[in-house]
């Protein structure tokens, strides 16, 4: 059977997620409100859909790279992630990086969803984990310049 993404709208005039071309891997996701975003501030804007992911999948709420690049507008918790029993209106909360108010118009695209299959591991506590190369390293610990990383790995 085909996987399936069922859309309910809330609002009657709610434009549903959808490719722009068909392969693209994310859907564009509209305002369904008309809401200014300040300088330096965020806000909840709202789709006007629900939806019922098949199981085993999530979407991941993304960033538009073009409003971000053209007006300093991306999703602050990106990737925001839709679990697949969530049943409520899906809202994307935008940040305002630039320095001047912005306004979200009804029916604009706000940000990309990208459906992904999840995969479920049984969680085990241990004493000790297997020891690798990179150990406890975190932050910045690769470096920064490529010959320093590729002359650690001969």
């Known amino acids: 059977m085909e ?26 996701i509209y305002s369904n409100e008309e809401k200014v975003i300040k300088a330096g501030s965020w806000g909840l804007i709202k ?10 999948f999530e979407a991941q709420v993304r960033s538009k790279s073009g409003l971000a690049l053209k007006s300093g507008i991306f999703c602050l918790n990106s990737p925001g992630t839709i679990d697949e029993n969530y049943r409520g209106e899906v809202g994307v909360i935008l940040m305002n990086v630039s320095g001047k108010d ?19 591991l049984k969680c085990i506590e241990v004493k000790d984990l297997s020891k690798s190369l990179r150990g406890e390293g975190g932050f910045g610990s690769t470096g920064l310049n490529d010959n320093k990383n590729k002359e650690k790995n001969e």
């Open 102 to 120: 912005y306004l979200v118009s009804r029916h604009a695209k706000i940000a990309q969803m990208v459906i992904n299959k999840v995969e479920h």
């Open 3 to 28: 996987n399936v993404i069922k859309f309910k709208k809330i609002d009657s005039d709610a434009i549903l997620p959808n490719y722009a071309y068909k392969e693209d891997a994310g859907m564009d």
């Open 47 to 56: 789709t006007g859909f629900s939806m019922e992911l098949p199981s085993g």
